[in-house]
């Protein structure tokens, strides 16, 4: 099966040379040094978890201010493809992968995995995330990338929307025979 190069409008990214093309892709997670690149990003991605939604994060600039809060980039190249907003609860020992987001053009081609393996790693030991259960999609991906075993415990909110919230270990910290 092959697969194409995404492409967007004003890239600068070349698909890597060598026979395994994009199946080569690699992904780097950087603190991103300001919030303009995951703005520009956020309103596709709140409106892909809510169509209609409103296109500001509230509070997205504490995550340059606060030490517990840690703003990433997904890059591909130097080409900003995603962002991962992480917290670190120490009180708790627990690492939280408050959001999370990959653009549409460079999904299925291992950036996801390549960015959540490089974040468990930088942060290893306990991690909670949670997921709207009707997003099929990122359920499937996190039970695909989370290391077992993993508690799934299913919540509503105060909107009434489902969700689902997933703890478990990972990164250096997990024994080899678990991964």
Not at 41 to 55: I, K, R, V
Not at 114 to 133: D, K, N
Not at 137 to 153: I, K, M
Request: proline fraction near 9%.
């Amino acid at each position: 099966m092959s697969v194409a190069w995404p492409r967007r409008r004003g890239s600068t990214v070349e698909p890597p040379d060598g026979p395994g093309g994009p199946r080569d892709i690699v992904a780097q997670v950087v603190a991103a040094p300001d919030p303009a690149s995951i703005r520009a990003m956020m309103t596709p991605y709140l409106h892909e978890l809510t169509p209609g939604a409103s296109s500001l994060y509230p509070r997205l600039e504490l995550y340059w201010e606060d030490p517990d809060r840690l703003p990433y980039v997904i890059r591909v190249g130097v080409e900003d493809v995603g962002f991962a907003l992480v917290r670190d609860h120490m009180e708790a020992r627990l690492h939280e992968m408050a959001e999370f987001y990959v653009e549409r053009a460079w999904r299925r081609l291992g950036v996801g995995r390549h960015a959540v393996s490089a974040l468990f790693e930088r942060h290893p030991g306990f991690w909670h995330l949670q997921i709207l259960e009707d997003n099929v999609v990122a359920r499937a991906f996190w039970r695909s990338v989370v290391p077992p075993p993993a508690d799934e415990t299913r919540h509503v909110a105060a909107n009434g929307r489902r969700f689902v919230v997933m703890q478990f270990r990972a990164g250096a910290t997990v024994p080899r025979a678990a991964r």
